[in-house]
């Protein structure tokens, strides 16, 4: 996608967001007897000001220039494979943790997004990441009283 | 005098083995945090306040205090070895620092800033505690109609004041406020923006939502922009100790980064990158070297750093008085309050003095702490940068799943954090700032409530915001801080043709 097409969907994306916003303002039931002030409006109020800054942004990126006094940063292309290495490992962490348990949901994470980020050592990583969430499994069922899931298929140590 | 008396009493909180530990937790962590890439405090605090939801309240404050102003000492470390600034304070200590370590000179560069954050630290701590009570007394003529124009005003800074476009910064705030929108209404207990998901019912978590931005977002950033960087780190060169001159050069310095940190802090200006740029102008234009500005001038590293430390204890001021976060951190110090049932402000120092108190006795325990952690140990930290990239992103986002997981264990809150992570990539890609959001979110809904409060005392009157005489003035400011900018530029441009 290029720059300023990027920049005109985020800017739409805003406009959209207002938009779905007032929508829901409206059709708030309004409070039987509530001293005069509408439940709408406060909601209202953020809605209208999300559609104007959403247009002030599809103004800005129409132009030649885009968004105005961008951060410059040696950015090269997206690298893809790297974004979703890091984007599965975060995915299937949530569809699996209550299966499988914290500490192998972690270490699939912990070695998905360290392929992500370029390493080139999967067993390494998956070794550090079981003694590292093992260690916080400990810490924070134990100490904190946090309750996470063991994971059934593992045999109970204690 | 009773602000001694009741500090004395705080300092009888603080020095107790227990909370003088967490203090030490707090600096520890916080200095760690502070020197690793990619971590920074309010994303720490986030994480830790599932885990913290059944402690005492005074302990886990004052560690939350001290991991926010530790970041503020980490955070120099990793930019003058690295180049690479933990957070956006640490600019300007880069690009000094970073030549004074490039020359061999590390340790000096390390030995000022941290006796800097020091000195500027303890000043500023002093600072706070005499301002503090003359702000609550102030503050207790305020209604609910001061206090939404006081939030007002808040937005507007942290949202315009900070960050490259006024335009952008708004669009995160509206987008916070919009956030704090969902889930029961505290007024009329009807559901809102709810969608018909049960789990939403409670809202949108300020943990699920800091962690997605700070810890995911930025992840998925560096992921897809930058995981085949490869970065140089100096070597700790030079002794640590400074020269007689290297004293002579940096402790004025300090003290004038002082006088412009701390304002910027305590007033609602957002943020303590403006102060270190400020500091940094000001010592170049009174050096007798301004040439060697650029080049590593052991001043440009003292103020900045002196100017960051004071503006962060300095958003203390309105963060305790005024119960108004002025930076992403200071809002999820805010989070952690509430998670106690307390609200920062006037009756938090007639409720609870001991607490305050003690959090602002520990402010001056941390700061002695700080300068032994950061000094004589400062090898040992420079070895975390020495952690490789895909462990370090590989332990961040780990300890974000457990973040959010560890609310309620639930996997909805899990999908939340990746789609609130995606909005945080495209904010980052499009120079979106973070901070608003976080404020907005904290701080729309108790706007929300005090805007309600004084409708219904005015019957629905909209004029009870100017009619009363501060919060006519605060309005007026904030509409100053949005338009100021903009009419400036009208004026020229009408003047120029």
């Not at chain 2, 006795?361 to 700080?370: E, F, Q, R």
Request: glycine share 12%; aromatic share 10%; hydrophobic share 55%.
């Amino acid at each position: 996608m290029s720059e300023r097409a990027g920049q005109l969907t985020v800017a739409a994306g805003v406009l959209l967001i207002g938009i779905a916003l007032a929508i829901g303002a409206w059709l708030l039931p309004e409070a039987a007897g509530y001293a005069r002030v509408s439940v709408r409006l406060f909601p209202g109020l953020i809605a209208a000001a999300l559609i104007v800054v959403g247009l002030l942004l599809l103004r800005e990126a129409a132009t030649a220039v885009g968004f105005r006094n961008l951060p410059e940063e040696p950015r090269g292309r997206l690298n893809w494979p790297a974004f979703g290495w890091v984007s599965a490992g975060v995915v299937a962490h949530m569809a699996l943790i209550a299966g499988i348990g914290f500490i192998a949901a972690s270490t699939l994470l912990y070695v998905a997004a360290g392929r992500g980020f370029g390493s080139a050592r999967p067993v390494r990583d998956a070794l550090v990441g079981i003694v590292l969430s093992a260690a916080v499994f400990v810490l924070f069922t134990q100490a904190l009283t946090l309750s996470l899931p063991w994971g059934a298929w593992i045999p109970a140590l204690w | 005098m009773e602000t001694w008396t009741l500090l004395a009493q705080g300092f009888g909180v603080a020095l107790t083995l227990q909370n003088l530990a967490w203090c030490l937790i707090g600096c520890t962590l916080g200095t760690a945090i502070g020197v690793l890439p990619g971590v920074g405090p309010a994303l720490t605090i986030a994480l830790l306040l599932p885990a913290t939801a059944k402690l005492d309240p005074t302990g886990a404050l004052i560690m939350f205090a001290g991991i926010y102003y530790g970041g503020m000492f980490g955070g120099s470390t990793t930019a003058i070895l690295l180049n690479t600034p933990g957070e956006s304070a640490s600019i300007v200590t880069a690009m000094e620092g970073n030549q004074m370590a490039k020359r061999g000179r590390a340790g000096p560069a390390l030995a000022t800033s941290a006796i800097g954050s020091f000195v500027a630290g303890t000043i500023a701590t002093l600072l706070l505690t005499l301002l503090a009570p003359v702000v609550v007394e102030f503050a207790l003529q305020f209604g609910p109609a001061e206090y939404f124009a006081l939030m007002v005003l808040a937005f507007t800074t942290v949202s315009t004041v900070l960050g490259s476009s006024a335009l952008r910064g708004l669009t995160s705030l509206f987008i916070g406020l919009a956030v704090g929108l969902v889930g029961i209404d505290a007024i009329s207990a009807q559901p809102r923006f709810t969608l018909g998901i049960a789990e939403l019912l409670d809202g949108i978590d300020i943990v699920v939502v800091a962690v997605g931005l700070f810890a995911v977002g930025e992840t998925l950033y560096l992921a897809a922009y930058y995981a085949q960087a490869e970065e140089t780190m100096e070597k700790m060169g030079g002794s640590i100790w400074m020269s007689r001159d290297d004293w002579k050069r940096s402790w004025k310095p300090w003290l004038r980064g002082t006088a412009w940190g701390f304002p910027f802090g305590s007033i609602p200006a957002g943020g303590a990158e403006i102060p270190t740029f400020l500091s940094y102008a000001t010592e170049k234009k009174l050096s007798r070297h301004p040439e060697e500005f650029g080049q590593g001038a052991i001043e440009g590293v003292a103020a900045p750093e002196a100017a960051n430390n004071a503006s962060s204890t300095g958003s203390l001021v309105p963060l305790l008085t005024l119960g108004l976060p002025t930076s992403a951190t200071a809002a999820m110090i805010l989070a952690a309050f509430q998670q106690y049932g307390l609200q920062p402000g006037p009756t938090l120092f007639a409720n609870t003095p001991q607490l305050v108190w003690g959090l602002i006795a520990s402010l001056y325990i941390g700061n002695v702490m700080l300068l032994i952690l950061n000094l004589p140990l400062v090898g040992l930290w420079v070895k975390l940068l020495q952690i490789p990239r895909p462990s370090l992103y590989g332990g961040i986002l780990m300890f974000a799943t457990l973040g959010a997981y560890g609310l309620r264990q639930s996997w909805f809150d899990l999908f939340l954090l990746y789609a609130i992570g995606l909005a945080g990539f495209l904010m980052r890609r499009y120079g979106f700032p973070v901070a608003p959001v976080i404020v907005g979110l904290i701080l729309g809904p108790l706007s929300e409530q005090q805007f309600r409060r004084a409708l219904a005392i005015s019957q629905g009157d909209m004029s009870v915001f100017v009619a009363h005489p501060i919060s006519a003035v605060l309005l007026v400011m904030a509409l100053a801080v949005l338009a100021g900018p903009w009419l400036l530029r009208w004026f020229r441009r009408t003047r120029r043709a």
